[in-house]
């Protein structure tokens, strides 16, 4: 905790606390990577639970270019926030979950690419997925959903610096 209260008040944690134009547009960039990467992994579940039979799975493999950005910038706004209010933010439970659901959100993305790039053909195919990947896509899209919900319970339940 000494380690938090110490980076709430550094200039960097003093910066985005005092400073609304920052924490407003670190909180503006957290949503669009969080959109990027979001949408993107739901683009994908679609297309995987047949949805979107006419999209190739090999456009995926260039839009995780972009997926990583998103995420990228997720982490280095997600960074920044938590460096002006950490000592709030590890003991609020919504945030703890949201960590928790991205963390299995991204395993099961990472364990669905494997199961896709393993079928016969690869990912190129454009046939239907397997019921295991379409398992696995149901469970991924529910662990989005619910650090997307986390997330913004946060907002609601934490204390402001």
């Known amino acids: 905790m000494e380690f938090l209260e110490w ?8 910066w985005v606390s005092e400073n609304q134009l920052v924490y407003y547009g670190l909180l503006s960039g957290h949503a669009i990577g969080m959109g990027v990467v979001v949408g993107i992994v739901f683009m994908l579940g679609a297309r995987v639970l047949g949805l979107s039979k006419s999209l190739p799975y ?8 972009l997926a990583w950005a998103g995420f ?6 997600g960074l920044f926030l938590f460096a ?3 000592r709030h933010l590890i003991e609020n439970p919504p945030f703890l979950l949201k960590l928790t659901f991205i963390a299995l959100g991204g ?8 199961t896709l790039a393993a ?7 454009g046939g239907p997925a397997s019921t295991r990947a379409k398992s696995i896509t149901a469970v ?18 934490i204390k402001y610096v």
């Open 7 to 14: 980076l709430g008040r550094s200039p960097l944690g003093s």
């Open 58 to 65: 090999d456009v995926f493999e260039q839009l995780y270019r």
């Open 72 to 77: 990228g910038l997720n982490l280095l706004t």
């Open 84 to 86: 002006a209010n950490g």
């Open 107 to 114: 395993l099961t993305l990472w364990a669905l690419t494997r």
């Open 119 to 125: 079928a016969p053909g690869g990912l190129g195919t």
């Open 140 to 157: 991924m899209l529910l662990l989005w959903t619910a650090a997307i919900i986390s997330g913004r319970i946060i907002a609601y339940t």
